[in-house]
T-cell receptor
């Protein structure tokens, strides 16, 4: 079974802190994604990555950065956390196949609260 | 810009009923469409993936169809059970492999 794990289920941080959210997948997937989920706004893509050291902006990249130093690990960084970044953060991964893109698998999510 | 809409937003049915969840999208240039289930406070569980060249996929009591030309997909759940209660999300896969999600249908199956 594909497994996507996230470093924390719940996290509480102070405004202005630098926050790291870690995601690891064990299926050698090329593609990794970070989404946030908010009531009324649904899931929105923050950043994604096709390969090691590659990154692409999603729909809402402002206030975030990412790092992918190893194929299995994709980190989301909040440079200076703000209260409007309180949200559920979901990591996902997928492989690329003959038909294009394959099934995307999600981690359990990190509920981040910024005070 | 691709937009994904799910109707209804919420649905309550008695146990044993067959039901259909609807998903529509505005741009037919998709790689695939994926249906997910989400329990409160949890991550997303993938239910079915339909590639753009396919018309339907089945898994147990679930059947998903795709009509790319009309921009529609349906998720059919047969003989619903209380354990099926969850939010169901559809998502279309666009350029770059990124998913664009609908707002979800919150399903409640009453015993």
């Amino acid at each position: 079974d594909v497994k996507v794990t996230q470093s924390s289920r719940y996290l509480v941080k102070r405004t202005g802190e630098k926050v790291f959210l870690e995601c690891v997948q064990d299926m050698d997937h090329e593609n990794m994604f970070w989404y946030r989920q908010d009531p009324g706004l649904g899931l929105r893509l923050i950043y994604f990555s096709y390969d090691v050291k590659m990154k692409e902006k999603g729909d809402i990249p402002e206030g975030y950065s990412v790092s992918r130093e190893k194929k299995e690990r994709f980190s989301l960084i909040l440079e200076s956390a703000s209260t409007n970044q309180t949200s559920m953060y979901l990591c996902a991964s997928s492989s690329t196949g003959g038909a294009g893109y394959n099934e995307q698998f999600f981690g359990p999510g990190t509920r981040l609260t910024v005070l | 810009k691709q937009e994904v809409t799910q109707i209804p937003a919420a649905l309550s049915v008695p146990e044993g009923e067959n039901l259909v969840l609807n998903c529509s999208f505005t741009d037919s240039a998709i790689y695939n469409l994926q249906w997910f289930r989400q329990d409160p406070g949890k991550g997303l569980t993938s239910l079915l993936l339909i590639q753009s060249s396919q018309r339907e996929q089945t898994s147990g009591r679930l059947n998903a169809s795709l009509d790319k030309s009309s921009g529609r997909s349906t998720l059919y759940i047969a003989a619903s059970q209380p354990g099926d209660s969850a939010t169901y999300l559809c998502a279309v896969c666009a350029q770059g492999g990124k998913l664009i999600f609908g707002q979800g249908t919150e399903l409640s199956v009453k015993p």
